[in-house]
Every structure is written in C-alpha cells, then in structure tokens.
T-cell receptor, first 111, second 116 residues
Framework: GDSVTQMEGPVTLSEEAFLTINCTYT??????LFWYVQYPGEGLQLLLK?????DKGSNKGFEATYRKETTSFHLEKGSVQVSDSAVYFC??????????FGTGTRLKVLA | DTGVSQNPRHKITKRGQNVTFRCDPI?????LYWYRQTLGQGPEFLTY????????KSRLLSDRFSAERPKGSFSTLEIQRTEQGDSAMYLC??????????????FGPGTRLTVL
C-alpha cells in the first residue's frame, strides 16, 4: 500500500544551520505531496505542497521538490531559527481529501 | 480567532467508560474530518463529512466509534466502552469544498484522550 517514510528524529541543530529532513514515499499513482508543521500545543499547519513531479513548494524559507525518479520530497531550509522548533510531517494525498502521513520528525533548534 | 476548535483539549477516563469529543470547524467550511494520532505516529484518517452526510469511514473506526454532524456545523466523535488502545490524540480538520482538486484542510489543536 501507499506509505510515507521520514527520517527519525529528533534533529538538533544550532541556529542558522542548514536543515534537511528526508521524506520518501511509496505510491501506486501520482499523489500530491505536502509538508505540515506542528508547534507545541497547536494543530497541524500546512507548510508547503507540490502537486506534480518537479514542482517545488516553498514557504517561510522552507523548500521541497517533488522528485518522481527518487520518490522523494525532502524538506530543506538554509538557515534555521529557534522558532522553527516543531514536529514536521510529510504526507501524500490522492484526490481531494485523504492524507497518508509520515511519523513526523521533531526539530530542535538551539540558540 | 476563527480557526478550528476542539473540546475538551484533554480527557482522562477509565476503561469501559464512554467519551464524547466536539469539533467546531471554520464557520463556512462544508467538509469536516476526523483523524487519530497515536504517540510517535502521524495522523490517520478516520472519517469525513460533507455538510451533514458522513461520506467515508476508515476501517480504523470500529463499531464502538460513532461520529455525527447533525446540522452540518459542529461534529461530535463518541467512543463507547473505551479501551486502553484508544488512547491517542484525536484531530479534527475542516475545509471548504470549492470543486477544485485541492482544498486546504485546517486542523484543530486536538483532544488528547488517556484511557486508564
């Protein structure tokens, strides 16, 4: 079946370091891909998305490119801040509503 | 704040008791979703409503679970005869179906259930 695999956390970085969180997927079709972020005590928030191969999603300095050949959607940010500390979820979606989420990767950024 | 709200935020109950959670979606949103998130896992889809109609239920939703959205606005999720395996975060999300392929889902903060 379809699935999403994320790198295990926690990931601990110093402020201004480069961030990569790996995400790979298994899918029978051509899903849309998403990154969600969950700050402590809050609900999931959409961070960025890509709906087809080679699309690049970007938001708040974060980027991810939909790579069909490697079935990947890695999240990157050039310079992280303490305020980026959160749990990040990679997800795929077919159609208009049904998500399959990864297990989440906790990011901790130290000042 | 006009986001998705959920009540209660935390619920502790004893095994065998019934519990009910409430979700208030963003007011104009016609779709509402329930997810379950266990510790160390991502959210898993449980069910969704288009207005008051429940259009899909996951196999995760056993007979002890029932969800309603009686007037197409707020929704309730009831778990009967709770079991320790029901301990999880229950997330609600809502979206506005515009007929487009993609409609963003907005998530609430969740209700954390602990079954003792």
């Amino acid at each position: 079946g379809d699935s999403v695999t994320q790198m295990e956390g926690p990931v601990t970085l110093s402020e201004e370091a480069f961030l990569t969180i790996n995400c790979t997927y298994t899918a029978t079709g051509y899903p849309s891909l998403f990154w969600y972020v969950q700050y402590p005590g809050e609900g999931l928030q959409l961070l960025l998305k890509a709906t087809k191969a080679d699309d690049k999603g970007s938001n708040k300095g974060f980027e991810a490119t939909y790579r069909k050949e490697t079935t990947s959607f890695h999240l990157e940010k050039g310079s992280v801040q303490v305020s980026d500390s959160a749990v990040y979820f990679c997800a795929l979606r077919y159609g208009t509503y049904k998500y399959i989420f990864g297990t989440g990767t906790r990011l901790k950024v130290l000042a | 704040d006009t986001g998705v709200s959920q009540n209660p935020r935390h619920k502790i109950t004893k095994r065998g008791q019934n519990v009910t959670f409430r979700c208030d979606p963003i007011s104009e949103h016609n779709r509402l979703y329930w997810y379950r998130q266990t510790l160390g896992q991502g959210p898993e889809f449980l069910t969704y409503f288009q207005n008051e109609a429940q259009l899909e239920k996951s196999r995760l939703l056993s007979d002890r679970f029932s969800a309603e959205r009686p007037k197409g606005s707020f929704s309730t999720l009831e778990i009967q005869r709770t079991e320790q395996g029901d301990s999880a975060m229950y997330l609600c999300a809502s979206s506005l179906d515009t007929g487009a392929l993609y409609n963003e889902q907005f998530f609430g903060p969740g209700t954390r259930l602990t079954v003792l």
